[in-house]
């Protein structure tokens, strides 16, 4: 999840099964501000603990400005001038897939490794690729460590224009040639509830985010959409994991609560516990 997400600081992308969690949030209506295309797992989650999912998406999704260095890319890959492809999230396959589909490219034999199970099953589904690595511990890092040796090899990133450079630098450390392309760009997102007319009648109960872009577009769409911080005021303010939270502090948002794990259940968790306390306090 490209955007700056605690998961690698490149996707608003949250690669993990997602399980039901027994939680009891009914009654609160609570705000996610994930890309329409990846709402709903949070979405299932809330509304499965008798929470109102309130979909306001802050970033969305799209493809570069330019498409000309992409497709070049691309139609390396599909000419074997690549030893290794890989994928950090599925918002990127799923703009590959788009461009590999328009250019009519069959990509085949390459050797594909990715960050996490569930980017993996979306190559699988949507570039009919076998991925032969998956790095388990969901970080750049983590994937250049399982990839070593790489002296010597050609390896291409398609990423987020935003995409940190940490993976690309551990790989040339190491001996390869790196070949970073821009997939995609994180935009303003539109349309869903009305939030901001409902924060000034005081009827949101919590506001999620699940990374840094998600913040700052937030902040932006608020203000554009005739909102007030004032209206913030008491209402709890989540985030999942440390970064997301520096970010609202670097933005003088409250933080009200931080998930200790960067996954969708633990947020869902914070959130009960929060309330739990909130009530108990005020018995």
């Known amino acids: 999840m490209n955007d700056d997400s605690d998961l690698n600081s490149t996707d ?4 993990e099964e997602v399980l039901p969690v027994k939680a ?28 109102d999912a309130l979909i306001y998406p802050c970033i969305d999704i799209a493809l570069p400005e330019e498409l000309e260095l992409l497709d070049a890319a691309l139609k390396d890959t599909a000419d074997d001038l690549f030893d290794w492809l890989i994928f950090t999230s599925a918002n990127t396959v799923r ?3 788009q461009r590999v589909e328009a250019l009519n490219l069959v990509l085949t034999g390459i050797r594909t490794a990715v960050i996490g199970p569930k980017t993996s099953a979306v190559v699988e589904e949507l570039l009919g690729l076998e991925v032969e690595l998956v790095a388990q511990n969901y970080t750049a890092e983590g994937l250049a ?17 935003i995409a940190r450079p940490v ?14 392309i821009v997939a995609y760009r994180t935009v303003l997102g539109q349309g869903g509830a009305d939030v901001p007319g409902l924060l000034a009648a005081k009827e949101i109960d919590a506001i999620t985010f699940s990374s840094s872009s998600t913040v700052r577009n937030f902040l932006v769409r608020l203000e554009n959409e005739g909102g007030s ?3 913030l005021e008491g209402v709890c303010l989540a985030a999942i994991g ?11 948002l409250p933080v009200t609560l931080a998930s200790e794990e960067f996954t969708l259940p633990s947020l869902v968790l ?9 009530t108990e306090e005020s018995e």
């Open 270 to 278: 914070a959130l009960d516990a929060y309330f739990r306390s909130e």
């Open 229 to 231: 911080r004032t209206h």
């Open 167 to 180: 993976l690309a630098q551990a790989l040339r450390d190491h001996g390869a040639e790196v070949t970073t």
């Open 145 to 161: 460590r399982a990839l070593q040796p790489v002296a010597g090899l050609r390896f291409l990133l398609p990423q987020s224009e």
């Open 12 to 15: 608003d992308e949250l690669d």
């Open 95 to 97: 703009i590959v897939a």
């Open 242 to 252: 440390p970064i997301t939270a520096a970010t609202m502090v670097t933005l003088d």
């Open 24 to 51: 009891d949030l009914s009654g609160r209506k609570i705000v996610v501000t994930r890309p329409p295309h990846q709402a709903i797992e949070l979405q299932s989650l809330l509304v499965g603990s008798g929470a």
